[in-house]
């Protein structure tokens, strides 16, 4: 157990530093080439092929974790995002948007694999018989990664003024560079490696809870990211006025947040380990926060007040459907296929969050942050409809 706890804290360490990294050149994007004169659509374009990318990895990466070992598929990530942070240092006049598009690739590459990895090294860690220690353990993870990532946002926007662009991608490849090498020397070669091999047709699940699981949370991450991968910050820095550094400072502010809340879910969720049950319950409630907001703001009501205090509570709901989700895809896999299934979900949450950002630029180019709110409340809808077949615990799967 004790050997089980520091590996666990080992991934967790490296999960972190890279979380800080991927919130840091998201900001970066979406704040400086604002700046060059793109559109709002143009600036979702940019993370088309990194949301792309995530899709393709999460379903190649939980095979690959499966044959190679997952430590290996999480170096493997963060080398790939030092390569992205370093292609970004070009200057100006070669940041075309295909070029941007496709260092943006390798970061979604990078990302998910290291995602896809930490995520189901939990599993492996845990004890089989103990599904409350595997949700907060999970908890704590998802958690935490969140809460950094939005500590990321600010660290770029912050390292934006305070070294320009290209100083703070120069900033950040070093720091993840040094814990590449650390994490490499401490942790074991054989972390979540199949007994035996994995074969690729085997990266779709058999399983119907996890398929329905798989699809409620690709409806979960578009409702999400429709409204704040672009249409939020731009709204706030165009509509609102607020400067960089405040943008990234309330963004990051919400994702902290949103991550201990995450953190926290296994005590504000009553109950024991959750099921089905819980993350229909959850779904429900969600869906009615960016419908309300949007109310909000067409009745005319100030529109900071009703950003700053829909967000909040948004976020608390957003985080405890997020940590069931996190909690049921690994209470619904077994030890030794766990890197495809979890592979597999991550898949399907890509394509979420590739939809969502996509729509955040479209649609708030045609009909406003009102518009991408009505859409978010759509897609929880639809996530609430996809949960209400799944079992009420793991114990139930047949």
């Avoid at 991927?22 to 949301?51: H, K, N, W």
């Avoid at 948007?97 to 979604?108: D, L, N």
């Avoid at 070093?174 to 650390?182: E, H, K, P, Q, R």
Wanted: glycine fraction near 12%; charged fraction near 10%; hydrophobic fraction near 55%.
């Amino acid at each position: 157990m004790q050997a089980a706890l520091r590996n666990y804290l080992v991934v967790t360490g490296g999960y972190w530093a890279f979380t800080i990294t991927d919130g840091a050149i998201r900001m970066l994007v979406v704040l400086y080439f604002s700046t060059l004169g793109y559109t709002p659509f143009e600036v979702a374009s940019l993370f088309l092929l990194y949301e792309l990318a995530g899709v393709v990895t999460n379903a190649v990466g939980g095979w690959l974790g499966g044959r190679i070992g997952l430590n290996k598929t999480m170096h493997i990530g963060m080398a790939l995002q030092i390569c992205a942070l370093a292609m970004l240092t070009v200057p100006d006049a070669w940041l075309s948007v295909v070029y941007v598009m496709i260092a943006q690739a390798v970061s979604g590459v990078a990302k998910d694999l290291n995602k896809m990895s930490a995520k189901a090294s939990v599993k492996t860690f845990a004890s089989d018989d103990n599904d409350s220690q595997l949700f907060k353990w999970v908890a704590v993870l998802t958690g935490s990664k969140n809460a950094l990532k939005g500590a990321g946002f600010f660290v770029g926007a912050l390292l934006l003024e305070l070294a320009g662009f290209r100083g703070a991608l120069a900033t950040l490849a070093g720091a993840l560079l040094l814990v590449l090498l650390i994490t490499m020397a401490l942790l074991p070669s054989a972390v979540g490696k199949m007994k035996t091999k994995a074969k690729f047709t085997q990266i779709f699940s058999n399983i119907a809870a996890i398929n329905r699981l798989a699809a409620a949370r690709f409806f979960l991450f578009g409702s999400r990211d429709v409204w704040f991968v672009v249409a939020l910050p731009v709204f706030l820095y165009d509509v609102l006025g607020w400067g960089f550094a405040e943008v990234g400072a309330f963004m990051a502010l919400w994702v902290i947040g949103y991550g201990m809340v995450q953190a926290a879910a296994p005590r504000l969720i009553h109950g024991g380990a959750p099921g089905g049950g819980t993350a229909l319950l959850w779904a429900v409630v969600l869906a009615l926060f960016p419908a309300g907001i949007a109310l909000a703001l067409q009745a005319g009501l100030p529109a900071g007040d009703v950003i700053v205090m829909g967000l909040i509570l948004f976020g608390i709901v957003f985080a405890l459907n997020s940590a069931v989700h996190s909690y049921l895809i690994l209470a619904y896999s077994d030890r030794d296929k766990v890197a495809m299934n979890v592979g597999f979900y991550y898949m399907a949450n890509a394509g979420g969050r590739l939809i969502g950002t996509l729509l955040s630029g479209g649609v708030y180019q045609l009909y406003g942050l009102e518009g991408c709110l009505w859409t978010s409340s759509l897609f929880v809808a639809a996530a609430a409809l996809l949960s209400i077949g799944l079992p009420r615990s793991p114990r139930l799967l047949p």
